[in-house]
């Protein structure tokens, strides 16, 4: 499977936005979305980078399904600024609402209120597996890119349905995780970043040299598709980059 991640609207941007502010980023991400998915089987939407009020993943995919789009919607779900009650209230919309899958992950720090729930993204796998909801939904957890598996061990006991790791830089990073864990029957998603001058920013903060991959950036998404048959393509300040790759890669979607 191909996936692309995207980011719902912001619903603060120095000021509260109006309804109408919102409607249009709202109708744009939904139009980058349809035309985007001619040349993917997946769409993850995120959950407040940064920790920066946007309008709920879970709410954008609902909107996405109504509109007809017969695609896989999974969404990132914060547990940093959430308690166990908001929580189900999120998981019970997600299953409602027709979503395949969430991400349980910590999140960023929000610039302002509260920082931290305490709550562990495995325990909250844990305890939505446990009432059942494995059944309607898939988890998964996130994992570094060179993980230490010891220090992982309690995301692999809660058994998700699989991992997402951070962005990759090798094949070599792929492989590793693959050879630990996909034998133990979970799924495994690389999140890659496409390569472009946009995009340099963000590759300059998680520290990875873009430019070790981009001029064989097709291969380098194909061989570790070969690995996984999942891979997630995040492009987050390039859109028209990132629908190139994807019709290049197109051919991945069908596997």
């Known amino acids: 499977m191909i996936r692309y991640e995207i980011n719902p609207p912001r619903v603060i941007q120095e000021k509260v936005l109006s309804h109408k502010e919102v409607q249009i980023s709202l109708d744009k991400i939904k139009k980058r979305i349809f035309d985007i998915s001619k040349y993917c089987s997946g769409i993850h939407l995120t959950d407040s980078v940064l920790g920066i009020p946007r309008i709920s993943p879970i709410t954008t995919g609902a909107l996405i399904r109504n509109d007809g789009l017969k695609i896989n919607i999974t969404a990132s779900l914060?547990?940093?600024?959430?308690?166990?009650?908001?929580?189900?209230?999120?998981?019970?919309?997600?299953?409602?609402?027709?979503?395949?899958?969430?991400?349980?992950?910590?999140?960023?720090?929000?610039?302002?209120g509260p920082k931290d729930s305490k709550l562990a993204p495995s325990e909250v796998v844990k305890y939505?597996?446990?009432?059942?909801?494995?059944?309607?939904?898939?988890?998964?957890?996130?994992?570094?890119?060179?993980?230490?598996?010891?220090?992982?061990?309690?995301?692999?006991?809660?058994?998700?349905?699989?991992?997402?790791?951070q962005v990759i830089q090798s094949p070599e990073q792929v492989f590793r995780i693959v050879d630990r864990l996909k034998p133990q029957g979970f799924k495994i998603i690389p999140v890659i970043m496409v390569p472009s001058e946009k995009n340099a920013k963000s590759f300059a903060m998680l520290g990875i040299d873009q430019t070790k991959y981009q001029d064989r950036f097709i291969d380098f998404v194909t061989e570790i598709h070969k690995s996984t048959g999942d891979v997630l393509i995040t492009s987050p300040n390039d859109f028209k980059a990132a629908s190139d790759i994807l019709e290049q890669l197109k051919e991945l979607k069908r596997n």
């Open 128 to 165: 939505f597996k446990d009432l059942g909801f494995g059944k309607n939904l898939d988890f998964y957890l996130s994992i570094p890119a060179n993980p230490n598996f010891d220090k992982i061990q309690k995301k692999i006991d809660v058994a998700p349905t699989g991992f997402v790791t």
């Open 78 to 112: 914060r547990v940093r600024d959430r308690n166990l009650i908001s929580l189900t209230q999120s998981v019970y919309d997600a299953v409602l609402l027709g979503l395949d899958g969430l991400l349980i992950l910590k999140g960023d720090e929000p610039p302002e």
